[in-house]
């Protein structure tokens, strides 16, 4: 019996040792890089990625996509310096049966002209629109909102910096989303909302002068011709609402009257020959 036990032991060791052996220069099975299976690899190799045979599809807005591989942009990365897979190799019994994970970080190189021009020239970028901003315009004698249009331009840099970040861990495809140029002005603009508030208080006004038995009214879009946006506001333009009072002036003959015009919340004295 003792012989017995002696040879199993014997056996065991021997198993042991060849394991022990095994695992001083391979992984252990479960082993995992940036999510690439390395088990069973050799130690001194199992960081390389081999990233020449990588390839990315990207896909954007209006099912346009591309495909973009390492060596259109001679792509090229290596394992940062001092960083390796410390394995004990004499507890194989026991990790032979549990995960090992390893996100190593790497150095990377890569030409950012040709990665300008591959986005340039694909898919992503053929007969792309621009954003249009929200703007106003007239339904029914009223002015609305018209809301934005996101177009489908890329953000060169939002777009290489995510591409590049998706080489560098490896994955197989990307979704652009928010990496496009987007409009300055959108509907939920609370200076565009107040600029349609105060254009429809402006055309929905009426000034009308009386000459006797005539009149002259102005109103809707010829009354807001005599406006001007600051960006902040609707402003009368003094020089065109001068002249404006000056040719009725003139048609209706007020020379040597000193004739109160009121133009809006504006008061204009005419005396014009």
């Known amino acids: 019996m003792n012989k017995t036990f002696i040879k199993i032991f014997i056996a065991l060791l021997i198993v042991y040792l060849i394991g022990a052996g095994v695992f001083t220069i391979m992984t252990y099975p479960n082993t995992t890089v940036s999510g690439e299976d390395k088990s069973f690899s050799r130690l001194d190799n199992a960081l390389y990625r081999d990233y020449q045979s990588r390839k990315l599809e990207i896909k954007g807005r209006n099912n346009k996509t591309a495909n973009l591989n390492a060596p259109q942009i001679s792509y090229t990365e290596t394992v940062k ?10 507890i194989w019994p026991v990790a032979v049966f549990q995960n090992h994970v390893h996100n190593p970080e790497y150095d990377y190189a890569y030409n950012e002209q040709q990665l300008e021009d591959f986005i340039n020239a694909s898919d992503l970028m053929k007969d792309a629109k621009l954003p249009e901003n929200a703007s106003l315009h007239v339904v029914n004698g009223k ?20 591409i590049i970040s998706a080489f560098l861990s490896g994955e197989k495809s990307i979704t652009l989303e928010d990496e496009y140029l987007k409009p300055e002005i959108t509907e939920d603009s609370e200076a565009l909302k107040k600029k349609m508030e105060d254009v429809n208080k402006i055309i929905t006004m009426k000034i009308s002068y009386d000459f006797g038995e005539d009149k002259e009214v102005l109103e809707g879009e010829r009354l807001l011709d005599f406006y001007k946006y600051t960006g902040e506001k609707y402003e009368p333009i003094r020089e065109q609402v001068h002249e404006y009072l000056r040719q009725l002036a003139i048609k209706y003959d007020t020379y040597g009257e000193n004739v109160e015009r009121k133009f809006g919340s504006y008061r204009y004295w005419s005396n014009y020959g």
Do not use: M, R, W
């Open 81 to 90: 310096s001092g960083v390796k897979i410390n394995q004990n190799q004499f």
């Open 143 to 162: 002015y609305e909102i018209n809301a934005s249009n996101p177009g489908d331009t890329l953000d060169l840099k939002l777009a290489k910096e995510k």
